[in-house]
């Protein structure tokens, strides 16, 4: 199984990225986005199911971020609106399969005010 995120980098405040993760391997059983703040524990961001029919988004992203698939590109994104300050993490798009937990390198996102 190998993960390559994209799309991070340097916005500001109201402006919108898309990050993607490549997907290269076999069935997951479990698809997500997490991030990493400075300082701060790993929180996830949004899981989706495998097929991209159910989709679940954290209290502090919802309405204004979309996790999907793109099976035509084998790719999972995440669509980031409006973005604030407080989104400024390292992003990791993270994947199971056969029981056994695979992470991506990481891509950096900055908000500035």
């Known amino acids: 199984v190998q993960l390559v995120e994209s799309g991070g980098g340097l916005v500001q405040a109201g402006d919108s990225l898309r990050l993607s993760c490549a997907l290269s391997?076999?069935?997951?059983?479990?698809m997500g986005w997490y991030r990493q703040a400075p300082g701060k524990q790993r929180e996830q961001v949004a899981t989706?199911?495998?097929?991209?029919?159910?989709?679940s988004h954290a209290d502090s992203v919802k309405g204004r971020f979309t996790i999907s698939m793109d099976t035509a590109k084998n790719t999972m994104d995440l669509q980031m609106n409006s973005l604030k300050p407080e989104d400024t993490a390292v992003y990791y798009c993270?994947?199971?399969?056969?029981?056994?937990?695979?992470w991506g390198q990481g891509t950096q996102v900055t908000v500035s005010s």
């Open positions: 993270c994947v199971v399969a056969d029981s056994r937990e695979y």
């Open positions: 391997g076999s069935t997951f059983s479990f």
């Open positions: 989706i199911a495998r097929g991209g029919g159910v989709t």
